[in-house]
T-cell receptor
């Protein structure tokens, strides 16, 4: 069974600085998708960024980028020029590319604090 | 389309009572998922629908839990004989293409069993 581990329960960053959130996962599959979701306080979870495992190139969405290391089964999220609105819970998630699969597995989350 | 809508937002119930939650997914999405999230944890999968067919249920979904999606539109999640351990946020999500491009989540229903 696949697992997703986020080893940092909390992180803190100064406004305008850069922060990296860590995620590791365990799978025996070679083809899968990885996601980072953001859950602001009392608000719905939204998709931040998506990575396809068969693509070598790291995904980027504006100030958000990932460092995908397939061999190490590592998928970290880098937030550049942090803003107060980035404060939230961040969840790393895994989804098999197997067409029979349908379940996305989430890590326990990292709470990000942004200091003004 | 206003996204995924969940009602109610909050529900407080006494132990032993039945509760029902509703989820209205994005109309173009034929996949619908229910997850449960307890404090400080990530969402845990409960069940999945493709159109009106419930294709998988987690072992977390005891026989007190039932979900339906009549006509492949909205979905309901019912918990019978609620227990304090059922207190959690119940999240609904919908997706296009089996979730390969991610989910769109609703705001959730927070259940408190007293």
């Amino acid at each position: 069974a696949q697992t997703v581990t986020q080893s940092q329960p909390e992180m803190s960053v100064q406004e305008a600085e850069t922060v990296t959130l860590s995620c590791t996962y365990d799978t025996s599959e070679s083809d899968y998708y990885l996601f980072w979701y953001k859950q602001p306080p009392s608000r719905q979870m939204i998709l931040v960024i998506r990575q396809e495992a068969y693509k070598q190139q790291n995904a980027t969405e504006n100030r958000f980028s990932v460092n995908f290391q397939k061999a190490a089964k590592s998928f970290s999220l880098k937030i550049s020029d942090s803003q107060l609105g980035d404060a939230a819970m961040y969840f790393c998630a895994y989804r098999s590319a197997n067409t029979g699969g349908f379940k996305t597995i989430f890590g326990a989350g990292t709470r990000l604090f942004v200091k003004a | 389309d206003t996204g995924v809508s969940q009602n109610p937002r909050h529900k407080i119930t006494k132990r032993g009572q039945n509760v029902t939650f509703r989820c209205d997914p994005i109309s173009e999405h034929n996949r619908l998922y229910w997850y449960r999230q307890t404090l400080g944890q990530g969402p845990e999968f409960l069940t999945y629908f493709q159109n009106e067919a419930q294709l998988e249920k987690s072992r977390l979904l005891s026989d007190r839990f039932s979900a339906e999606r009549p006509k492949g539109s909205f979905s309901t999640l019912e918990i019978q004989r609620t227990e304090q351990g059922d207190s959690a946020m119940y999240l609904c999500a919908s997706s296009f293409l089996q979730g390969l491009y991610g989910y769109t989540f609703g705001s959730g229903t927070r259940l408190t069993v007293v």
